[in-house]
């Protein structure tokens, strides 16, 4: 670490150290000035700044969560118990700070006490309410938006009560009636694709979709096949189509240039007078032609969703794409010298890909099924 940031770090944890916590409990923050002041006294017992901020930040934050769990009662909304839950754990939090400091014991008067035992019957409270209105919903089990509120409630309850009554019993259940069962057909419209594209296209599909983990807890994918065994009636039908696919189209082209060399060379001599012959220094050049072949393939991805309680579409959609593959070589005439060391390609590729190369290769196909 670097000489400055460990300075900071130094000087921060001094601050915390030396702190009263008056600041915090000047801004309202109670937790913070608790357990700024308790850590004073630990060090410090006789801080009397200490001792005042740690009385007035305690005993204000005692009043302030036992009005709100007054409130809560009062007010009497679905699931207040778990409100009042919470009012009670930062009490306990509290208390905790409180029991570590020895010098803050004779500050309270009476004794502070423990809250587990609130804390466990106001648990007991909140899991039940959550446990009857899970049931309450989980009466509906033709209704799946009821029976994914069901899943909600019993999940909560396992939160509170991991073995509340027969919640590890409900809980499963209340996932399969709340599960969006969703169909996927195979693919259509795919006779311009061959046998090895078509399985490629299914194993790809039950790759992303029924073999491996599903998107969502709720939400469950699979063939038609596999939907004639479940006890439930699927709830969506998604049908895939590739249209409009094209294969191979070709493009041909050529581009000529003259190059010339970065220095000079010798390429003859020239007398200047009678008797003085001097060398003759040029950039030397050339004809650089530069084939080039583009192959490219482009389809459409369709997909629609159908209501199978209505048979009615809810969405359809589609995607275009394509996948494109160039090559060059080049022919050359004159001194190779103007290619500066350039190493040419001088022969085409005789291995493009095939029709089977570019469908597999088109991003619909390869990540977005």
């Known amino acids: 670490m670097k000489a400055p940031s460990l300075l900071l770090l130094v000087i921060a944890s001094l601050f915390v150290r030396c702190a009263t916590g008056e600041t915090a409990l000047k801004k309202g923050r109670l937790d913070l000035a608790i357990k700024q002041s308790s850590y004073r006294l630990t060090k410090r017992p006789s801080h009397t700044k200490a001792a005042k901020v740690f009385i007035a930040a305690y005993q204000a934050q005692e009043r302030i969560h036992q009005d709100n769990i007054q409130l809560q009662i009062r007010n009497n909304q679905p699931f207040k118990w778990e409100d009042v839950l919470y009012q009670y754990q930062r009490l306990q939090q509290n208390f905790q700070q409180f029991s570590k400091c020895a010098a803050c014991r004779s500050l309270i008067q009476p004794l502070p006490r423990p809250y587990t035992e609130s804390i466990e019957q106001v648990r007991d409270l909140a899991a039940a309410e959550r446990y009857e209105a899970g049931v309450l919903a989980f009466k509906q089990q033709g209704n799946r938006q009821a029976c994914k509120e069901a899943f909600a409630h019993f ?64 939400v469950r994918f699979y063939p038609p096949a596999l939907a004639r065994y479940d006890s439930i009636l699927p709830h969506h039908l998604i049908q895939l189509s590739f249209t409009k696919y094209s294969s191979q189209s070709e493009t041909l082209s050529s581009s000529c240039t003259t190059v010339e060399s970065n220095q000079t060379y010798k390429v ?11 060398d003759v220094m040029e950039k030397v050049k050339g004809s650089l032609t530069t084939h080039r072949r583009e192959l490219s393939a482009s389809c459409r991805l369709e997909f629609k969703i159908i209501d199978l309680d209505t048979e009615r579409p809810l969405h359809s959609d589609y995607i275009n794409d394509w996948a494109d593959w160039a090559d060059e070589w080049h022919e050359f005439s004159g001194d190779t010298r103007a290619l500066n060391g350039k190493v040419l390609t001088t022969s085409k590729n005789l291995f493009p890909p095939s029709d089977t190369d570019f469908f597999r290769d088109m991003n619909c196909v390869k990540n977005q099924i």
């Not at 003859?268 to 001097?278: C, H, L, Q, R, Y």
Request: charged share 35%.
């Open 155 to 218: 999940t909560k309850v396992k939160q509170l009560r991991s073995s509340y009554k027969d919640v590890e019993k409900l809980l499963p259940l209340a996932k399969e009636y709340a599960t969006l069962r969703v169909v996927i057909e195979p693919f259509k419209d795919v006779h311009s694709l061959s046998k090895n594209d078509y399985k490629y296209l299914e194993d790809k599909l039950a790759d992303a979709l029924f073999d491996t983990r599903q998107p969502h807890e709720l």
């Open 268 to 278: 003859g001599t020239k007398k200047i007078n009678d008797t003085t012959e001097v």
